[in-house]
């Protein structure tokens, strides 16, 4: 039986628990459907994750976590894993990627991080106004000079405002008055020149614009109004991005966990604690634990 380990997601977590299974002489394939990073592509800045004294920029951190991993040689395939299911008779996994063969394994780590929220009233735009909606900012680093309006009001929604600012004038749309970002996020958004905040403003429409693509309908405490602008970006939240596990998997997942043989790291367990070193511990931890449970002949 193969003690070939699986990684589903090239975040930090994922990456980490592969280098350090490659450090004690384990081979383990990671799948990645997007960029390897996760969401630190995103990040405006990184200032808690140790080694760099003014922080650095998460894209530049990504630049550095793939130099690292082609220097492993870690084995990186760039495609989604539809489905990943558990056999209780051969005790092993089976992750079925969007191309490619079904690829077994007796362990699973699964560092696939987190969905966004998704807003309904964009959901159902046509195409032409969907194209103007992101959940992310990766994509958008090279606008410039573009009105954007970023809605939320958590660390995401703040970093990302701060992050097209630097070429961009952004509105901050939040439903409440008050802000669930941490206080230093806060305070650099505040004196940001080209960031303009609004409280108590709550997004009821999406339309097609006339001086703009866009053009957002709201409500500002109890006044209706209307504002065209290049691009929206919703930053309403996160899940879990567990929706590829089988029907046994998903309800196996407690047990399997438990019994050493499935290993769920960084955000897509870690709830509001989403943080690059948080993640990449709990990677190590749990490839350092895989080492011990196949040595001691887990199957």
Same mark, same amino acid.
């Given at each position: ?6 990684? /589903? ?30 969401? &630190? ?19 530049? &951190?990504? #630049? ?67 194209? #103007? ?12 000079? %573009? ?19 630097? %070429?961009?004038?952004? @509105? ?16 650099? =958004? @505040?004196?940001?020149? #080209? ?16 001086? %703009? ?19 929206? =970006? ?22 399997? /966990? ?10 897509? %367990? ?30």
């Amino acid at each position: 039986m193969s003690d070939a380990i699986l990684i /589903v997601g090239g975040g930090p977590a994922g990456l980490a628990a592969a280098l350090q299974l490659k450090r004690q002489g384990r081979e383990a394939r990671v799948f990645e459907a997007c960029e390897l990073g996760g969401l &630190l592509r995103n990040a405006h800045r990184v200032e808690n994750y140790l080694g760099f004294p003014r922080g650095i920029g998460g894209p530049d &951190l990504v #630049r550095r976590f793939r130099r690292q991993a082609e220097t492993w040689g870690l084995q990186v395939e760039h495609t989604r894993v539809l489905s990943l299911a558990y056999d209780e008779g051969t005790r092993t996994f089976a992750a079925t990627p969007e191309n490619g063969p079904v690829r077994h394994g007796a362990v699973a780590v699964v560092a696939s991080g987190t969905r966004p929220l998704r807003l309904p009233l964009v959901e159902s735009l046509p195409r032409r106004l969907r194209d #103007r909606v992101s959940y992310e900012v990766s994509s958008l680093m090279e606008m410039r000079n %573009r009105d954007i309006v970023v809605v939320g009001s958590g660390d995401a929604a703040h970093d990302y405002a701060l992050n097209l600012a630097q %070429r961009n004038r952004v @509105a901050l749309w939040m439903r409440g008055g008050a802000s669930g970002a941490l206080p230093l996020l806060q305070r650099r =958004v @505040a004196r940001h020149p #080209r960031i303009e905040v609004q409280r108590h403003t709550v997004l009821t429409g999406v339309t097609g614009g006339e001086d %703009r693509p866009l053009s957002l309908a709201f409500i500002r405490g109890e006044t209706p109004g209307v504002q065209a602008c290049d691009h929206l =970006v919703c930053a309403v939240g996160r899940e879990p991005e567990t929706s590829f596990y089988d029907a046994f998997l998903a309800g196996a997942e407690a047990d399997l /966990v438990a019994a050493g043989r499935l290993h769920t790291v960084g955000d897509v %367990r870690n709830g509001s604690l989403r943080q690059a070193a948080i993640a990449t511990g709990d990677g190590i931890a749990a490839a350092m634990a895989i080492d011990r449970f196949l040595d001691g002949g887990g199957r």
